[in-house]
């Protein structure tokens, strides 16, 4: 019979390799990203470079930084980005240079349409046809396999 301190021991073990295999999991889907931010989310979780060490080396703050991998870890663990990870190869041209922008780089809608040489109309356009596209995929999903739980909606 084991103590409560080596439970708690396996407990914080477990913990352990499971923000591991996290920290691999997201690391491997962060080659998608761009390169500050790429950079940003390989020094922290790959190289184990605190937040604070790596803003004195970009001379950034670490407020901000903290928050710029909080946001690329959101994106990253997306459904968003993982389809477009995905199916960037099964995407049409036009939507693949829109989502790789917005979705997996992070990027704004004005600054995809400059970088895209797109109208904003468009953009937005190319932003409704990837929802619906992922929509489609989730309910899919959701019928071939009746016996689990609905998986949530893209905007929820």
């Not at 989310?41 to 930084?65: H, I, N």
């Not at 004005?110 to 040489?117: E, I, S, Y």
């Amino acid at each position: 019979m084991s103590t409560p301190w080596e439970r708690a021991g396996d407990e914080q073990a477990d913990r352990c390799v499971q923000r591991r295999d996290e920290a691999e999991r997201v690391l491997a889907l962060a080659e998608h990203l761009s390169r500050p931010d790429r950079l940003l989310v390989q020094r922290v979780l790959g190289d184990g470079m605190t937040v604070a060490d790596f803003a004195r080396l970009q001379r950034r703050s670490p407020r901000t930084l903290q928050s710029r991998l909080r946001g690329c870890i959101r994106r990253i663990n997306s459904r968003e980005y993982r389809y477009v990870v995905g199916h960037r190869d099964l995407l049409p041209r036009s939507l693949r240079a829109v989502a790789r922008r917005l979705v997996l780089e992070g990027r704004g809608l004005r600054d995809t349409a400059r970088l895209t040489g797109r109208s904003l109309h468009a953009v937005r356009q190319e932003r409704a046809r990837l929802a619906v596209l992922l929509e489609e995929r989730l309910r899919r999903a959701n019928e071939n396999s009746p016996d689990t739980e609905p998986v949530e909606k893209f905007n929820s």
